[in-house]
């Protein structure tokens, strides 16, 4: 199909939300930093996280750009081999950790980043993302074609792949928010290609049951889903502290360097808690802005899925759009009590460097797909004619009734 121009609201939205995490982490990050020399007796300067963070967008964007010009033909070749890189460094992380080697960066009793020195950390479970996203949207739509994706010819390898990552990032990594993330991928783009519903509602049952069983064997788990239900508990500190950062921002907010919870008192205040500092500095106003943004995107990728050229198409721009919506989802719910407490970024605005690339690459890889879309007049026509050919055959069976 011939290209086109792209759809440039996925462009616009995802710069809009880079620049306005580069904002919030301007305005937080010398209190973190502050805070961190006062508690751990550091020297991190007060422009550090900001610095960073600016890297950080610097090659989210390269590598949007990169996504967006890399041939679609060679990035889906490139699926296996990404899911295969986020198993060996999975592994490779295990190994360290066992090791106790200073190459693994542990924080509160799960090891889930490889230190790569200056440069900062490396996330496996985000390789793990992407290449499964491309790997079962390849797999499940040329399995559709050739009509085996009803059987195991399908089911094997991509059950295989998604037991083997969600282990490595649940069990091995202890990270729950991020296996959700994964397990909205898996199935969004297994439902979106059509299987039985029995097999899908065995596969809904088994990743329930599993569910249950990783939280039940867990203590810290069982206690963020006791204090959830109760209002007390380990976590019921972080919590409070995101609602009260929400409710003094109230309207428009205190505007940027005045918050308060961000000198110590909210926990992860530049990462997961990102949303709360936001809702204090911006108010309610910046945080409904933000929501505003995300839903437009995830409608024109949406959109993109609907006007897909091809099945595999489709079924990577379903994964994109679960991948980003259930991702800040699940962490504005944690931040404002609605699900128990989580750990998890919100794309494209929480410091950090791996989760941002690769979301950055993902919605890359979206607006690549809008640019090879079928038009909206041919997609019109044909409805246009499916329609008026199914209405002229009830015509002629009812007049066949009548003879």
């Known amino acids: 199909m011939r290209k086109h121009r792209g759809d440039r609201i996925i462009l616009f939205t995802t710069f809009i939300l880079l620049i306005a995490g580069l904002i919030i982490i301007y305005a937080i990050g010398p209190m973190r930093a502050n805070f961190l020399n006062a508690a751990y007796g550091g020297d991190i300067s007060e422009n550090h996280f900001f610095i960073r963070q600016l890297v950080n967008v610097i090659l989210s964007i390269a590598a949007f750009v990169v996504a967006v010009?890399?041939?679609?033909?060679?990035?889906?070749?490139?699926?296996?081999?990404?899911?295969?890189?986020?198993?060996?460094?999975?592994?490779?992380?295990?190994?360290?950790?066992?090791?106790?080697?200073?190459?693994?960066?542990?924080?509160?009793?799960?090891c889930r980043w490889i230190n790569i020195g200056s440069f900062g950390s490396l996330q496996p479970a985000e390789f793990l993302k992407l290449g499964l996203l491309l790997y079962l949207s390849q797999l499940a739509a040329s399995r559709k074609a050739d009509g085996t994706l009803n059987k195991s010819d399908f089911w094997l390898p991509a059950g295989v792949a998604s037991v083997i990552s969600l282990a490595l990032v649940v069990v091995v990594q202890k990270d729950l928010g991020t296996g959700v993330v994964i397990i909205a991928i898996i199935l969004a783009t297994i439902f979106a290609s059509g299987v039985e519903m029995k097999k899908f509602a065995l596969v809904m049952g088994a990743i329930l049951v599993a569910a249950v069983g990783v939280i039940v064997t867990s203590p810290h788990r069982v206690e963020r889903v006791r204090t959830f239900i109760n209002g007390d508990g380990a976590d019921t500190y972080h919590i409070e502290n995101a609602m009260i950062a929400i409710g003094t921002g109230?309207?428009?907010g205190v505007g940027v360097g005045n918050s308060v919870q961000a000198t110590g008192y909210l926990p992860e205040s530049i990462n997961d808690s990102v949303f709360a500092v936001m809702g204090e500095t911006f108010g309610f106003l910046g945080l409904t802005a933000v929501v505003v943004i995300f839903v437009?995107?995830?409608?024109?990728?949406?959109?993109?899925?609907?006007?897909?050229?091809?099945e595999e198409q489709r079924l990577v721009a379903v994964g994109v759009f679960a991948w980003v919506a259930v991702q800040m989802a699940v962490n504005i719910m944690a931040m404002t009590g609605l699900i128990p407490l989580t750990g998890i970024t919100l794309p494209l605005l929480s410091y950090g460097g791996t989760s941002m690339m690769f979301v950055a690459v993902a919605l890359g890889v979206s607006y690549q797909l809008s640019c090879y879309t079928k038009r909206e007049k041919e997609l019109a026509q044909k409805k246009f004619s499916s329609g008026h050919l199914k209405k002229r055959r009830l015509n002629e069976n009812s007049s066949s009734r009548r003879r």
């Open 69 to 110: 010009k890399l041939p679609y033909e060679t990035t889906k070749k490139l699926g296996k081999w990404i899911l295969l890189a986020g198993i060996v460094l999975s592994v490779a992380l295990l190994v360290l950790a066992k090791t106790g080697s200073s190459l693994a960066k542990c924080e509160l009793g799960a």
């Open 296 to 310: 437009v995107m995830l409608t024109r990728i949406m959109r993109v899925a609907e006007l897909a050229a091809t």
């Open 250 to 252: 109230g309207l428009t």
